[in-house]
């Protein structure tokens, strides 16, 4: 029984999980492009920078870029890994059998990405104080820094974990229940 294909819910989230490993992979592209670029062009774009605030004594925060560069690198790579894990999913249930035991292991990994995601942040945020004083200087500049644990993030890997036991509750049942046929 394969209904991924004619429930619309379950099509609706496959594409969307589909489409966002595709733009996960963009943004992974376009930070692996940037980390060397910045490293090979941080000659021009401190040029660039000094021309812009005027003070000639200032420096590339060259190590803070690369080093925000790769936790969104990570997050990406996190969050790619949590939308194909959300595939497998979909797929199990759109065949009418999801309580497996696999799943509950997609869900635990999922509600662990989340949390890794939530740590991230506390160094991203860091490191985004410490470059909001150089793009401070810039004119007309709009920069602003939205940080810290949200709550309904942490909600969703409490969610996922529960599934995650509920899922492999149901597959424990199932067996026992294949087991007294």
């Known amino acids: 029984m394969n209904n991924a294909n004619s429930d619309p819910l379950l099509l609706a989230g496959k594409v969307l999980a589909i489409f966002m490993q595709i733009a996960m992979a963009f943004g992974a592209v376009a930070l692996l492009i940037g980390m060397p670029a910045l490293i090979w ?46 595939r497998q999913i979909i797929d199990t249930v759109g065949q009418g059998d999801p309580f497996q035991p696999a799943n509950a292991d997609r869900l635990s ?39 810290g644990f949200d709550l309904a993030t942490i909600l969703l890997a409490v969610i996922l974990f529960i599934l995650a036991r509920v899922f492999r509750h149901g597959a424990a049942m199932r067996e026992d229940l294949e087991g007294t046929v």
């Open 41 to 86: 062009f941080r000659a021009d774009i401190l040029a660039e920078y000094v021309e812009e605030v005027g003070d000639p004594s200032v420096s590339l925060p060259l190590f803070s870029l690369i080093g925000i560069m790769l936790i969104g690198l990570a997050m990406v790579a996190a969050m790619f890994v949590f939308f194909g894990k959300l």
């Open 109 to 147: 990994l999922m509600g662990w990405l989340i949390v890794g995601l939530q740590l991230l942040v506390l160094p991203a945020t860091a490191i985004g104080l410490h470059l909001a004083q150089f793009a401070d200087k810039i004119k007309d500049a709009n920069f602003s820094l939205d940080s």
